[in-house]
């Protein structure tokens, strides 16, 4: 039996990222391998989950590491998921960034998202009890 390890990463080998995202749907991704690419190599903090050699699962931040980081794709191959692996990226994903107090992610309405995000210390920003607050975001 192998062993699941979370670890900082860099380089990953692109067919292997593409057949991850490929794996939870995420083809908005995979349609333009070049800006996948350029969208992992601007991450400030990359984080595979590797099963064996394999690459099950993935999360990468964007930061200015002082007032704001902004948690972007958490991955977890169909397979694997519900195993804390999912947890495990996230946790590692933000663990550079403790004095960091925003941290934001955006994702879709799927209900299993919002429970794993709140499970994780994120509040959705219609139901902030901190104070008034509003979530703008723009697609283009």
Known sequence: ???????????????????????????????????????????????????????????????????????QDILVRPSHQGKGIGRALAERALGDYPHVRQKVLITDAEPKQKAFYEALGYTQADEFQGGSIRAFVRFD
């Not at 083809?27 to 350029?38: E, F, I, M, S, W």
């Not at 990359?46 to 930061?63: F, K, P, Y």
């Open 1 to 71: 039996m192998t062993t699941i390890k979370v670890v900082k990463a860099k380089d990953l080998p692109l067919r292997e990222v593409i057949e991850l995202y490929r794996a939870v749907e995420w083809v908005a991704y995979t349609k333009d391998p070049g800006n996948l690419v350029r969208a992992l190599e601007g991450s400030s903090t990359l984080v595979a989950a590797l099963d064996g050699q394999r690459l099950i699962g993935l999360a990468r931040v964007i930061s200015d590491d002082a007032s704001i980081c902004y948690h």
